[in-house]
């Protein structure tokens, strides 16, 4: 075990915190599915459980990022996975830089580990859940604190308390599925969300306050096409409306995302494997062009996200040397040039305010903070979940497989592996952060985010081959024993 | 150890930690929103 003064004095405390109990046996896939459609059920029941005693003149500090926090504005799942999405950029942070010195393949230092991220979530469902309430964003209902008797204090703190309880479900939820259900309840959560604000993006009639158009794009066009001529509409300026108010361009933007997200899952570097004593028995390694998933991107504008609600604040609080907000968008200063694109109107000359040098540097910075940080907490969460080439190649070894025309030793296993997963690591990762940024310039049907509609095909086709996987397993059981389930 | 989420739970799990069946998050849950709707109908 790890020698760390600091983890063994708070480790009493890790021991004791609460976990889901873990099913005693194998779950059949038909109660896996149960527990994961039952557990996304009661989420979006959660999403439509409105604060008691909230004022309707509350603002969203997530705003433009709350497709990949998930949850709901002014809901009891208010916070999302925000707190959980933090507590990991902390811990692969300080795992990735050696600060925190934890052996993951020592089953001590696993239990410590995993009880110290859950910790994390604690402080951070109070650290996000405090600013909200007392910034001014998440208001208290004054006739309900006059009413009760309760006050504005007394009645913030409630709103506070609901807050933590929501942050806390999410959590067990969460741990509920990637124990008892298939996936994770963090994917599940930010595709649901997607999924809501693609069909409301197609569908939905209402009219946009801003534009007086409906918010769908089907009812929309219908709109657009009983109002003009198609002689109006194949003109120019019909053209370039039809692009943007249209939104030709979003539609074309998310179709390009669905295909290229499916088809980058399925490019790999296959390293062929036998059987050292079992002839014939052969199999593949797959190494993803995605290897590391499209998770540590979520870390990568969680980051920028925390940066934008810290200007946010500090913005209401008075202090505007950080940078001003119209909207809770920022419009000048340091926050402005840090602050992701999120469609056309950001960049677009004649669509975006501010001048083009600015627009430009917001747009450099953009593409390099998502192509870097998106490298780097690849490679960190390539080393933290056991995917790098010295972990894969004692995997390897254990389950009495070799690379054939190579010795059966872990190191020469090793070496090979070497070869392909930093590099391959390095390109996904930076491949994935560029593809998410040219998805937000060009903004997404129901304005859903780049990187969030990304997120979602990619967790979304990876939930479809678990369920092929477990599918296949329930018909073989050989399988699963072989696989060691 | 489940490699699926943001969160990471390995196979092995202390022993004296405080363990909650499924199920009572759920009935947590459910109970949580009937209160909060209660409250928002009878004060809102």
């Not at chain 1, 963090?186 to 604000?197: D, E, P, S, T």
């Not at chain 1, 409301?200 to 007086?212: E, M, R």
């Not at chain 1, 390095?426 to 903004?443: Q, R």
Request: proline share 5%.
């Amino acid at each position: 075990m790890t020698e760390h003064p600091l983890i063994d004095r708070i480790e009493p405390v890790l021991q004791r915190l609460p976990a889901i109990s873990k099913p005693d046996g194998h779950v059949h896939f038909r109660r896996k599915l149960t527990w994961t459609i039952g557990v996304l059920l009661i989420y979006f029941v959660l999403t439509n459980v409105r604060l008691f005693a909230l004022s309707p003149a509350s603002q969203d500090l997530f705003g433009f990022y709350r497709a990949i926090m998930a949850g709901s504005q002014g809901s009891l799942v208010q916070l999302g996975i925000g707190p959980i999405v933090t507590a990991s950029i902390i811990l692969q942070l300080f795992k990735g830089a050696d600060i925190i010195k934890l052996d993951t393949s020592d089953p001590r230092d696993q239990s410590v580990y995993q009880q110290l991220q859950k910790l994390l979530i604690f402080v951070m469902i109070i650290v996000e859940a405090a600013p909200q309430v007392l910034g001014g964003f998440l208001k208290p209902d004054p006739t309900l604190a006059a009413s009760t008797g309760l006050g504005l204090g007394g009645i913030s703190l409630l709103i506070f308390i609901q807050v933590c309880i929501g942050g806390v479900l999410i959590l067990f939820l969460d741990e509920i599925v990637t124990k008892w259900g298939i996936g994770s309840g963090v994917g599940l959560f930010i595709v649901a969300g997607v999924a809501q604000g693609l069909v409301t993006g197609t569908i939905n009639w209402a009219a946009d306050p801003t534009t007086g158009l409906a918010v769908g794009w089907i009812p929309r066009f219908v709109q657009i096409f009983q109002t003009f001529t198609v002689q109006q509409l194949l003109s120019t300026q019909g053209l370039i409306f039809l692009l943007f108010q249209g939104d030709v361009l979003a539609i074309i933007s998310t179709v390009a995302i669905f295909a290229v997200v499916v088809y980058v899952e399925t490019t790999r570097i296959e390293i062929p494997l036998a059987h050292s004593s079992v002839r014939g028995a052969r199999g593949r390694f797959p190494v993803k062009l995605v290897y590391a998933s499209v998770l540590p991107l979520i870390l990568v504008r969680a980051l920028q996200a925390n940066i934008q609600m810290v200007g946010i604040l500090l913005y209401n609080a008075g202090f505007t040397w950080v940078g001003t907000y119209q909207n809770n968008q920022p419009t000048s200063g340091l926050m402005y040039y840090l602050a992701p694109i999120n469609g056309p109107n950001n960049w677009l000359p004649g669509l975006a305010q501010n001048p083009a040098w600015q627009v430009a540097l917001r747009s450099g910075i953009d593409i390099s903070v998502m192509v870097i940080g998106g490298v780097i907490f690849a490679l960190f969460w390539v080393e933290t979940t056991g995917m790098g080439p010295k972990a894969v190649s004692e995997q390897i070894k254990d389950s009495g497989m070799s690379i054939p025309g190579f010795r059966r030793d872990p190191k020469i296993i090793e070496r090979v592996m070497q070869r392909y997963i930093p590099k391959v690591t390095v390109i996904g990762g930076a491949f994935i952060g560029l593809l998410a940024v040219i998805a937000g310039f060009f903004g997404t049907i129901g304005n859903v985010g780049g990187t969030s509609l990304l997120l979602a095909v990619s967790i979304t086709y990876q939930l479809y081959e678990q369920l092929a996987n477990e599918e296949v397993m329930e018909m073989h059981p050989m399988l699963r024993t072989f696989l060691g389930e | 150890m489940s490699s699926a989420g943001l969160v990471r739970y390995y196979e092995s799990e202390d022993k004296n930690a405080i363990h909650i069946p499924p199920r009572s998050i759920i009935v947590a849950c459910i109970l949580s929103a009937v209160i909060i709707l209660a409250l928002n109908f009878m004060f809102g």
